[in-house]
């Protein structure tokens, strides 16, 4: 897709409830662009009376409209309607995306627009498809399940691919037949508005996907509402907690949360390509500038082949463009915030006086564009006591630990808290299968790294990366809850 002048994207700085725009608020946020730092938004904070009236236009809209008691294939038909909007919408909806995020608009024309559609459809598809079961009761008897909606779900999402992330979130909740009330996060607030026009472009009834604007207060105020029946969250570990905390404070619901990660990439000598995996690393650890969740961000090597994947690696480094997502050359994006910049070079520095050593990068480049770059950086001598090893930099910091037999190789990738993800390279499939069964990862990607275009892979953490799963059938069903139905049909039945 071609480059776009930032100053003439059209922005919807509203909320959005019972099927329209809604703007004005006392209080706003200043929202800047990481591209180039400039303040280009302000963005309406909810308070508590916005965030009431759009859980309850949602719980109307649950109770009267006829989503979730439609025939499910009309359910479906709407959402691929909705999908193949979204697809159409491209020219207006990538420069959006890349506006305020960190998406080059490549990137967001080519994966983040296609892939939040083709996620809704294979959603979509669940509808009529997927629902309870007969179970084999005593012969004078019929027992079911039968799966119904929840009614209202509060979604929380994160910044980092703000269209994808939310649509794992409303697809499959829509799809099962409930009503969304979603916060994105306040620093990417504005995409998901222009996919709600489209949802009632679609034909989704009004009501049934509402977005509230605002920070953590509006996140934890979703939590606590009565009415909300399950949250779904994608973000930090530490949201993550302080969520469940506020779900249990408030009463019980279901939680799904997708938190952080520190996904080991292990790379044996016996790999073909060593140029190609240094690539594959480079990629997983670069991409999105590290603020991916399975961001491959702990290369675990075999001493062997060590110093020259991590020459190599450090070479496809020297070849990212930084530059702002509005550009076609772009493909290191910026750091969120200037904030968020400062952090990462923080946890590097700490690092090093922990005794960790700069291979490459360690600092901020393309300081003149007012935006927040980081160098792609390479850390060696480091252990686990380490700050750059233990903690989630949400920056494109990798890591370095070699090892001399495969016994090490698996005490090195187990993490003390997370279990988001991990990367397997070997040309021997018995090690490839033995590491698949004993890391503790909730994916674990052998001689690849990264998702697919295969929805149905389940994606979610073990350990503090999360309860629950994002995409797959898992996913459709977590959105369900299950109820038993027991018939006597016995003449003499009491
Ligand atoms: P974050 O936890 O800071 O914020 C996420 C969302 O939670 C935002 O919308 C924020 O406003 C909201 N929030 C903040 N405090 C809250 C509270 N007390 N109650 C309710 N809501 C609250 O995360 P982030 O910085 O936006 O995103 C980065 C993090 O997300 C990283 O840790 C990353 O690993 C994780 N992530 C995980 C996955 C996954 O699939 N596991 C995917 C993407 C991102």
């Not at 629902?131 to 079911?144: A, I, K, S």
């Not at 979603?182 to 990417?188: A, H, V």
């Not at 989704?204 to 604007?213: A, D, K, L, M």
């Not at 509006?218 to 949250?231: H, N, Q, S």
């Amino acid at each position: 897709m071609d480059p776009f002048d930032p100053a003439k994207i059209a922005v919807p700085n509203t909320h959005f409830i019972g099927g329209r725009a809604v703007g004005g608020a006392r209080e706003t946020l200043d929202v800047h662009r990481p591209s180039d730092g400039k303040l280009y938004a302000a963005l309406p904070l909810a308070d508590a009376n916005l965030v009431d009236h759009a859980v309850e236009d949602a719980w109307r809209a649950f109770k009267e409209s006829d989503w979730a008691t439609r025939a499910p294939r009309d359910r479906a038909r709407v959402l691929h309607r909705w999908a193949d909007l979204i697809e159409a919408d491209v020219a207006t909806l990538a420069p959006l995306e890349a506006l305020g995020s960190t998406r080059p608009i490549h990137n967001a024309a080519n994966w983040d627009v296609p892939f939040c559609a083709e996620g809704i459809r294979f959603f979509a598809e669940f509808a009529d498809k997927c629902g309870g079961e007969v179970v084999p009761t005593q012969r004078d008897q019929l027992g079911m399940t039968v799966t119904e909606p929840y009614g209202v779900i509060g979604a929380i999402a994160p910044w980092n691919f703000p269209l994808v992330m939310a649509s794992w979130k409303i697809a499959p909740a829509l799809a099962a037949g409930n009503a969304v009330v979603l916060k994105p996060s306040e620093m990417t607030p504005f995409s998901i508005v222009r996919l709600a026009e489209l949802a009632i472009a679609a034909g989704i009834p009004p009501g049934i996907f509402n977005i509230v604007q605002g920070d953590g207060r509006v996140g934890d105020a979703l939590c606590r509402d009565p009415r909300i029946a399950k949250v779904t969250f994608t973000g930090s570990t530490r949201t993550g907690a302080a969520i469940m905390a506020a779900c249990a404070e408030s009463g019980t619901k279901a939680v799904t949360l997708e938190l952080g990660g520190k996904s080991p990439q292990v790379v044996f000598a016996d790999v073909a390509d060593v140029d190609k995996v240094a690539r594959r690393v480079a990629q997983a650890i670069s991409t999105n500038a590290g603020q991916v969740c399975v961001a491959g961000s702990r290369l675990i090597v075999q001493r062997a082949i060590a110093d020259q994947l991590v020459e190599r690696i450090a070479a496809a480094f020297a070849e990212l463009v930084a530059g702002p997502t509005w550009e076609a050359t772009t493909t290191l994006s910026p750091i969120i915030s200037a904030r968020e910049m400062k952090r990462i070079d923080g946890i590097v520095r700490k690092t090093v006086e922990q005794g960790g050593q700069i291979v490459t990068g360690g600092g901020a480049t393309a300081e003149d564009s007012g935006g927040a770059y980081y160098q792609p950086t390479i850390l060696t001598g480091v252990d686990m006591n380490m700050d750059a090893v233990r903690d989630e930099i949400f920056g494109p910091v990798l890591t370095v630990q070699t090892f001399e037999d495969e016994a090490e190789a698996m005490q090195l990738a187990a993490h003390p808290s997370y279990g988001l993800a991990a990367g397997v390279h070997t040309a021997d499939i018995n090690r490839a299968l033995r590491l698949a069964r004993g890391l503790e990862a909730g994916t674990v990607w052998v001689n690849r790294y990264g998702r697919s275009w295969d929805f149905a892979l389940p994606t979610g953490g073990y350990k503090r990366s999360g309860i629950g799963k994002d995409l797959g059938r898992a996913a459709y069903e977590a959105n369900l809850r299950t109820k038993t139905v027991l018939i006597d049909f016995a003449d003499d039945a009491a």
